[in-house]
């Protein structure tokens, strides 16, 4: 059946050619419009509920509220592990679920749940899902600021609040929009216990005038003989002064208000986080993705919604997009690799040439590399697998070998073709090319299957490593089989148009050839003569490699967060807002700008956050890096 697949690619090589054009073409259009990431997707299914508890201590949170929780999810269908963090009026419960659940029946699965475990709570604390997201869901953080200081850090809030965060949750793709920093605008009804005792007022009943102050009411149907009505009540606060007025009670007719047992004002509530950019206030977004959603494209699409509310903030306010960009990352670890992949290509178009001497067969050789990895793609494609390290780096590892059944079928033929030149009875060369791809069949097709089989295990793993190592695999054995099929059926037809007339040209091997031809045959010869003597220095070079490797650092992956640093110092029993914001200015002075060295140059921006279900005295720190390239600055007199 090969031999037939190799005759019919002679016959029609034309037509061949074509549909190798028409395949590289369909790569060109459908590659560009694959996913990109920096690492497979790593999301085992999670729903995450989460439930105020407003006045609770952490461990009140944890035993009324998490452990309830907890209980009532751990015999769930599916269900893997339940773990939780609790804080101060604050509690999270993260519910695991096998590995091929699927995430909406997983969330229908824990409301389920969840509609029996409210009864079990605290009156007040409602539980809900966080919307769902990813292990590598943030994508992006977003800092608003005043240049000046002529918008105060709450109206820098209220705008990310309620102009920013409700725009880019229109985005698709968008799971959660995160601010923190500045204070939430609160209207605030101050009051003292002697206040209230002249009016003799009570607590409960100024809380209750200040609620019902709020209310907009139904008040049914007007009705006359040619139109109808609508009643409307309308008790929505327009300013202070509307609270203000309200009335909380009459004694003997005269009316008391709200202002005259209390202050009212906007103020910002209780901070239970911060944020700084540059050790200055700021307003931070975190902006998470859904799973499956295209990291790139996404960005695309928020910088074009942030480009949009620039032109409606005010002058004074500025939007940093450059904090942290998932994107950036993605783009370095992609980079890499296909840096890696331009090198190896051109090792492999230089010992080419070297060993055959000749142009032709070289770019015959050569033409399996890209027309190998388009198919290899395409099949990623069609089995939902996109584009990230650790694809690219089994595309990297094979690319040697994509490249070797080609060769040996090329140097074959071009051997067929030269022996066929200087014989007395020459023969078609057709016929010449097709019996050199025919003598040399078995091999490529037995080496190529064993390659593959070598690889066959890394698609039984399961959990994370196979998840990890699963798209490294496949694209390795994809590259191996379509370098088996680029060679029984492309290289035949390009040597049946470009080499049929070689061998006349071609005289003899290469200088190379001949070089290591000569250099062979001694060190072959002395092999044989002292057998031992190269086994025994071969098991000392192998134990001396085994005794390196295991002084090698491991890691799981490689480091794409170049130009990134965090630090997490710890503030013991103080206050978002008062020793934990100095403590980050004050490092920030420290770490502003790097001395300079080989491996830092500076420092661009500095973000600080704290949010529960996180201890409100940890501080966060992320420091963009400048390249060598950007310079270095001195660092500051003390």
């Not at 190799?6 to 590289?24: D, G, K, Y």
């Not at 009540?233 to 009335?247: A, E, N, S, W």
């Not at 959603?293 to 997009?321: C, G, H, M, Q």
Request: aromatic share 4%; glycine share 6%; proline share 5%.
């Amino acid at each position: 059946m090969l031999n037939r697949l190799i005759e019919l690619s002679l016959r029609q090589r034309v037509l061949m050619v074509a549909m190798t054009l028409m395949l590289i073409l369909s790569g060109m259009i459908a590659i560009p419009k694959m996913d990109v990431d920096v690492l497979p997707d790593l999301n085992r299914p999670v729903v995450t509920i989460m439930t105020e508890a407003h006045g609770m201590a952490p461990e009140e949170t944890e035993a009324l509220v998490s452990f309830p929780i907890e209980t009532m999810m751990n015999g769930a269908t599916g269900v893997q592990r339940v773990r939780s963090a609790s804080s101060a009026g604050f509690s999270i419960v993260f519910v695991e679920f096998d590995w091929n659940t699927d995430i909406f029946r997983a969330r229908q699965i824990v409301n389920e749940k969840l509609q029996l475990a409210q009864a079990r709570l605290p009156e007040g604390s409602v539980a809900s899902l966080a919307p769902i997201s990813s292990i590598m869901g943030e994508i992006m953080l977003i800092s608003l600021s005043s240049k000046d200081g002529k918008t105060a850090p709450i109206d820098v809030r209220s705008l990310a609040d309620f102009v920013v965060r409700p725009r880019l949750l229109a985005i698709p793709g968008v799971s959660q929009v995160v601010p923190i920093g500045g204070g939430s605008k609160q209207y605030q009804v101050l009051t003292t216990p002697e206040r209230l005792k002249q009016f003799d007022v009570t607590l409960d009943e100024l809380v209750e005038a200040a609620r019902e102050s709020n209310l907009n009411a139904g008040g049914g149907f007007f009705q006359e003989p040619q139109r109808e009505a609508v009643i409307r009540i309308q008790g929505r606060v327009r300013d202070l002064d509307d609270i203000k007025k309200t009335v909380i009670k009459s004694v003997q007719g005269v009316p008391i208000t709200i202002d005259q047992v209390a202050d009212v004002q906007f103020a910002k509530g209780l901070p239970r986080g911060d944020a700084s950019v540059n050790g200055e206030p700021a307003v931070i977004l975190s902006v998470q993705k859904q799973p499956d959603s295209n990291t790139l494209l996404l960005t695309k699409e928020i910088d074009k919604a942030l480009n949009d509310l620039s032109a409606t903030l005010p002058d004074d306010v500025k939007i940093n997009r450059e904090l942290f960009r998932q994107e950036h990352f993605i783009n370095n670890a992609i980079s890499n690799v296909v840096k890696a992949l331009g090198e190896a290509g051109i090792i492999v178009l230089i010992v080419i040439l070297a060993f055959l001497m000749n142009i032709r067969a070289t770019i015959i050789s050569l033409i399996s590399i890209p027309v190998s990895f388009i198919l290899t793609l395409l099949l990623l494609s069609r089995f939902g697998i996109n584009i990230n390290t650790m694809t690219l780096g089994g595309l990297a590892i094979a690319i040697g070998l994509v490249v070797d059944d080609s060769i040996v079928d090329v140097e074959n033929v071009f051997r067929r073709l030269r022996l066929n030149a200087a014989a007395p009875n020459k023969q078609n060369p057709l016929r010449v090319i097709y019996s050199a791809s025919a003598e040399i069949r078995n091999s490529i097709v037995f080496a190529t299957l064993i390659i593959v089989l070598v690889f066959v295990p890394l698609l039984s793993l399961e959990g994370m490593e196979g998840r990890v190592f699963l798209p490294l695999g496949l694209a390795f054995i994809f590259s191996m089989l379509a370098s088996l099929i680029v060679s029984l059926t492309v290289t035949p037809a390009l040597c049946g148009l470009m080499l049929r007339k070689a061998g006349a040209s071609h005289h003899g091997d290469s200088k190379l050839v001949h070089f290591l031809k000569r250099l062979n045959g001694p060190t072959v010869k002395w092999s044989l003569d002292h057998p031992w003597v190269v086994i025994g220095s071969t098991a000392i070079l192998t134990g001396i490699a085994l005794a390196i490797c295991r002084c090698w650092d491991a890691s799981s992956c490689q480091n794409s967060m170049r130009g990134r640093l965090r630090s997490a110092p710890f503030c013991h029993q103080a206050p978002a807002s008062t020793k934990v914001t100095v403590l980050e200015r004050s490092s920030r002075k420290r770490r502003l700008p790097f001395p300079k060295s080989p491996t830092s140059a500076g420092v661009r921006a500095a973000l600080k956050w704290t949010s529960m279900p996180k201890e409100s005295t940890t501080l966060k720190s992320t420091l963009a890096l400048r390249s060598r390239s950007e310079g270095v600055q001195s660092p500051p007199k003390s």
